[in-house]
């Protein structure tokens, strides 16, 4: 029986769907079937010892008023002979909301759904302290369960409870070995099915392997066009829609909205913001004194600069003045924060496709489709943009605009680099003004991701500097369309942080009240060396069943206090098709082509410096990596098109071929399962 074209694919969405829900079933709910034959076993909860204020309630339950350090729940497991697997905790925060109380003495972001923050100390035997972290969802009438190490001689189990947000708990159950509930989600069975979708376009036979992505004027073709469009459509819907299942997103009175409080200053013409500082903060000889402010218990405005009695935002300034003021400008409202969000996301994935569309019609226009595609998932995936889904705050909110600049940046320097060699100047010099504007931008977003403007610099020399009777002279015109947006955007930035603080120069971050000594942080090797470990090389830990991916503490020597947050790992350890990006290094014999190895070698070298930057003046944050991801990304699809230039022997193309593939779908993988190790998974919702 010859099954045509049409029914085929008929049937290969079919297999599809069936293989999605099949992996949904087996694959994410491995540990149903793994617990499947368990009989939990009931600790009562009378039996417990506690560390706290203690209220027992009539059904049983125990109301525990935490404090700082969270409540401890104490219980023994002496001689009973149990193979401790897990423990299931049945542990709720008080009325349903949560509230971020630290030193603020004020709500830093209330949500509806609450969570708790658990400690489990496994201690008898020979065996030293078995100690598992993680986040639960705190909600009345569910129950969380953590996975331990087997352990066979515990003696005592330890618990340490506390709001995350919040300052008491109700406790209703813990039992070890719990059965683990099958949970079917629908919107992760249809991810997968796309996923598996996209790996079916670029199976062996198909004709994106031979259809060229360009026509011969470099534009791309309509059929490929209405894709990306079609892509971009359902990015639009999908984006908002996984954002919304983070609830602090849906705020808009409540939580951690810096844009939002600058923007309403700047339409009041202020630059300080309507925020009274606490007695206490201002009495201090030393407000940015974490120590000293943690002894007196000083109330204070977390992650929010402080200079001579005002609050102000360090947070970029650029952002606001393009987004959220316009916005409360004309709305005379706030702008939502899933709303920044998402518009950012969906300008990330446009333009890092932009400028990859660029580099292929400069560089390989006669490039198929699918290598086009995979080079462009691969980028994506590195960038890991899923995890600003599911972070419940703003903090990404001056990354992902220098993202969004650096990718359009880049793309529309490409651009003018074309136009100058087709002598069509005039288009040249204002593509080249707009995307040293962009880059320029980047600055009053993120200031350190402003080394990436040295990435253009390969495209535009000839351009910059012309060689006439064998010597080389600037191009006057030329230099000053690259530079004068570079000059203008400097100009204003340091006139703004002159009126707030004083200093042409100073962006505030040193004066930002938080949980470190930052106006005492400088370069130190401990800390540069400790960031390049973190954010490149440090191995993944991995679980037995879904995310798979663990989170996990990293100790440094940290004498300022700077953060140190758990990770999953090194970016050269979680995508491995990062190694591509050094094909940069292959001889180029064209002169284009040097161009781009260049621009490639640039990029290589901006990601262990940028890891390096980022330890130094903020410590080790998961988040932090987005700060390197974009020259990762730049790195990697330069190293794929040096490498597709390469000459190589007809044998060896379809190897190369499938390791690519095969490197890009672990990349998206990983990229997916980083979304679900990010705090909460609200997927659940």
């Known amino acids: 029986m010859v099954i045509d074209e ?4 008929y049937l290969a969405v079919l297999l599809s769907l069936l293989l999605a829900f099949g992996i949904e079933v087996f694959i994410f709910n491995g540990q149903y079937f793994a617990t499947k034959k368990e009989t939990a076993i009931e600790v009562p909860l009378e039996y417990c010892s506690y560390q706290g204020l203690v209220e027992r309630y009539d059904d049983g339950s125990i109301l525990l008023e935490s404090g700082e350090d969270g409540a401890y729940v104490q219980f023994s497991v002496k001689d009973s002979g149990i193979k401790i697997k897990n423990i299931a905790l049945s542990v709720s925060t008080v009325n349903g909301d949560e509230s971020w109380w630290g030193y603020l003495r004020k709500p830093y972001a209330v949500i509806s759904s609450t969570s708790v923050e658990a400690a489990v100390l496994v201690s008898g035997g020979e065996k030293n302290a078995v100690l598992r972290e993680r986040l639960l969802y705190g909600r009345k009438g569910e129950s969380d369960i953590i996975n331990l190490p087997d352990v066979t001689d515990a003696a005592e189990i330890t618990l340490q409870l506390k709001g995350v947000k919040g300052s008491e708990l109700l406790l209703s159950g813990i039992s070890l070995n719990a ?16 996923f598996l979708a996209f790996v079916y376009m ?44 983070n609830q602090v997103f849906m705020q808009s009175e409540n939580g951690f909205h810096p844009y939002t409080d600058l923007a309403r200053a700047l339409a009041k013409g202020q630059l300080y913001l309507d925020i009274e500082p606490a007695p206490e903060l201002l009495a201090m000889d030393d407000p940015y004194d974490p120590v000293a402010r943690e002894e007196l ?43 920044a969000v998402s518009v950012m996301l969906l300008l990330a994935y446009s333009g890092a496709w932009l400028m990859i569309k660029n580099l292929i019609k400069r560089y390989r226009r006669e490039m198929a489709a699918a290598p086009a595609v995979l080079v462009w998932m691969g980028a994506v995936a590195l960038l890991s943009l899923p995890a600003a889904m599911g972070d419940a705050s703003n903090y990404y909110a001056p990354m992902l605009a220098a993202v969004d600049f650096f990718f359009f940046g880049m793309a529309l320097c490409l651009s003018a680099a074309d136009a100058f060699d087709e002598d069509d100047e005039k288009k ?87 949980f470190a000594f930052l106006d005492k942080a400088g370069f130190n090797v401990t800390a540069a060396a400790a ?25 440094w020597s940290n004498p300022n206090m700077l953060a140190s947050h758990p990770s999953i790992g090194g970016m050269f350890m979680l995508y491995p098709l990062l190694l591509l990006a050094f094909a940069c290094f292959l001889k ?64 060896d193309v379809k190897i190369l071929r499938g390791l690519l593939v095969f490197a890009v779908i672990v990349a998206i993988i990983v990229s997916g399962l980083t979304y679900a190790t990010e705090g909460l998974n609200y997927l659940k919702d």
């Open 6 to 9: 049409k029914n085929k694919m």
């Open 179 to 194: 059965r683990v509930p099958i949970g079917i989600l629908p919107l992760r069975v249809f991810a997968v099915f796309l």
């Open 202 to 245: 670029l199976r062996p036979e198909s004709m994106l392997w031979t259809d060229r992505l360009l026509e011969e004027n470099g534009k791309i073709r309509k059929r490929y066009l209405a894709s990306a469009l079609m892509i971009l459509a359902a990015l639009t819907v999908c984006v908002p829609t996984l954002i919304s299942q």
């Open 297 to 339: 218990k000083v109330p204070f405005q977390l992650d929010y600069a402080f200079y001579e009695g005002k609050y102000y935002i360090y947070f970029g300034v650029i952002p606001c003045l393009l987004l959220y003021l316009p916005w409360h400008i004309i709305t005379r409202g706030d702008m939502p924060g899933w709303l």
């Open 428 to 514: 040249g010099r204002i593509m080249l003004a707009i995307s040293s504007l962009l880059m320029a931008f980047i600055a009053g977003s993120r200031p350190q991701l402003v080394l990436g403007a040295a990435c253009v610099l390969p495209f535009l020399l000839h351009v910059l500097f012309v060689k006439e009777d064998d010597k080389i002279r600037p191009d006057i015109k030329n230099c000053l369309a690259f530079a004068l947006p570079y000059v203008c955007v400097a100009a204003f930035l340091m006139l703004y942080n002159a009126l707030r603080f004083g200093s042409p120069f100073d962006f505030g971050a040193m004066k930002n009240l938080t």
């Open 531 to 555: 960031g390049v470990y973190y954010y490149l090389f440090r191995l993944p830990a991995f679980t037995a069943f879904y995310p798979y991916l663990d989170r996990s503490v990293f100790d």
């Open 588 to 651: 180029q014999e064209e002169d284009k082509n040097r161009e781009l190895k260049w621009t490639g070698i640039i990029s290589i070298i901006l990601v262990p410096v940028l890891a390096a930057v980022t330890a130094v003046m903020g410590g080790l944050m998961d988040r932090y990596r987005m700060d390197i991801a974009p020259f990762a990304a730049l790195a990697f699809a330069c190293g794929a098109l040096c490498f597709a230039s390469a000459e190589i022997r007809k044998p």
